[in-house]
């Protein structure tokens, strides 16, 4: 099957193999996007940034808290709810991302704090969430419009990171830097995993095969959560798999037990995603947890690639994450654009008067 380029693309009708086949070329194409005037922040004291947004539109965020964390300049925290956190102040920045704009729990939560906040930005191609940033003056982000918004993760992401490196909550040359090595990375990703590639010099077409038909559990360090979590959302919408994210070591407190003492899993298999060196205790942790898992019947597979620096090696294993969930959906016989279940989902919420009531108190409606 993931030798067959006429079935593969038989399975694929709305192109999400030439979307993920892109992927380098879109951090290198949101590498040039401009930056909106951001003056309106001239003299704010930044504590706090809070991100909103759901799904493919919100993943960026996570990976945001980590660096910000890192670099020890501002709190930041996800939400993915319609409802902010009322500890929203002039020290707060609000970062609203929704790729195609009319997302109703981002939407929700920025009406919720928008004006307790010292400022907010929005990032989309267009819709609902535009209109309110032009209505309020706020800097807007416009990325390129498409199917897929978890297909545009460079585009929502990039621009995210630089707009935090302009407001000095990162590094700006180091943001810049490793952005540009990250291009260069996911390209040697592609070029061993691609669809060209023929499966016997192919480790993600291996990997697959040994996936499919089975639940997925990634394990993953702290420092690379958000990294886990972006593969387990792929995972579930394009490989149409069960996947679930226990990163350590706060999985040896709780799932630690249960993996020692439930039955055996050999209809599971584990991702061990990225590096366990912290420290040597978080090694020791991670050896006894695989070796464990493995005891346990579950297979337990390294997803990890060779990167220097940081940051650009989390985007480039999100990458390969990219193409572990578009050959699973082909090896399981799925179409790894298909998310019909969703649109449905959304109208019985429409149906209730909840976004048109939002969109008024964006001023918008």
């Known amino acids: 099957m993931l030798d067959e380029p006429e079935r593969m693309a038989e399975l694929d009708p709305t192109g999400m193999t030439g979307l993920i086949e892109r992927y380098p070329e879109q951090v290198a194409e949101a590498l040039q996007l401009p930056l909106p005037d951001l003056?309106?922040?001239?003299?704010?004291?930044?504590?706090?940034?809070?991100?909103?947004?759901?799904?493919?539109?919100?993943?960026?965020?996570?990976?945001a808290v980590q660096l910000l964390d890192e670099a020890g300049t501002a709190v930041g925290r996800v939400?993915?709810?319609?409802?902010?956190?009322?500890?929203?102040?002039?020290?707060?920045?609000i970062i609203a991302t929704s790729f195609s704009g009319g997302?109703?729990?981002t939407l929700a939560a920025l009406a919720t704090c928008r004006e307790q906040a010292a400022g907010w930005v929005a990032i989309a191609s267009g819709g609902a969430l535009a209109k309110s940033a032009e209505r309020d003056g706020a800097p807007f982000i416009r990325v390129p419009g498409g199917p897929h918004p978890r297909a545009a993760y460079?585009?929502?992401?990039?621009?995210?990171?630089?707009l935090l490196a302009e407001l000095a909550l990162l590094?700006?040359?180091q943001v810049e830097e490793s952005l540009r090595i990250a291009v260069d990375a996911c390209r040697q990703v592609q070029m061993k995993n691609g669809t060209n590639v023929h499966k016997d010099d192919n480790p993600t077409k291996q990997l697959v095969e040994h996936l499919a038909g089975r639940q997925v559990l990634i394990v993953a360090d702290t420092p690379y959560a958000a990294v886990a979590e972006?593969?387990?959302?792929?995972?579930?919408?394009?490989?149409?798999?069960?996947?679930?994210?226990?990163?350590?070591?706060?999985?040896?407190?709780?799932?630690?037990?249960?993996?020692a003492a439930g039955p055996r899993?050999?209809?599971?298999?584990?991702?061990?995603?990225?590096?366990?060196?912290?420290?040597?205790?978080l090694r020791a942790?991670?050896?006894?947890?695989?070796?464990?898992?493995?005891?346990?019947?579950?297979?337990?597979?390294?997803?990890?690639?060779?990167?220097?620096?940081?940051?650009?090696?989390?985007?480039?294993?999100?990458?390969?994450?990219?193409?572990?969930?578009?050959?699973?959906?082909?090896?399981n016989g799925e179409d790894p654009g298909d998310v019909s279940v969703i649109p449905q989902l959304k109208e019985e919420a429409a149906g209730t008067g909840f976004i048109q009531d939002i969109k008024r108190k964006l001023g918008i409606s």
Request: proline share 4%; aromatic share 10%; with cysteine.
């Open 39 to 63: 003056s309106a922040l001239d003299g704010v004291t930044i504590k706090k940034v809070l991100f909103l947004g759901m799904g493919g539109s919100g993943a960026g965020g996570e990976l």
């Open 79 to 93: 939400v993915h709810d319609y409802d902010a956190p009322t500890w929203v102040d002039g020290e707060t920045l």
């Open 103 to 105: 997302t109703e729990e």
């Open 154 to 162: 460079g585009y929502l992401t990039v621009p995210l990171l630089r």
């Open 171 to 173: 590094d700006k040359q």
């Open 230 to 259: 972006r593969i387990r959302c792929q995972i579930n919408e394009n490989g149409k798999t069960v996947a679930f994210t226990r990163i350590l070591p706060e999985a040896n407190h709780n799932d630690t037990v249960a993996w």
């Open 265 to 281: 899993y050999t209809d599971w298999a584990c991702l061990w995603v990225g590096p366990f060196t912290r420290n040597p205790a």
């Open 285 to 331: 942790r991670g050896t006894f947890v695989r070796g464990l898992l493995e005891q346990r019947g579950m297979a337990v597979f390294d997803l990890d690639v060779t990167v220097g620096d940081p940051l650009a090696h989390r985007l480039a294993l999100i990458y390969l994450g990219d193409w572990v969930s578009l050959y699973l959906a082909f090896q």
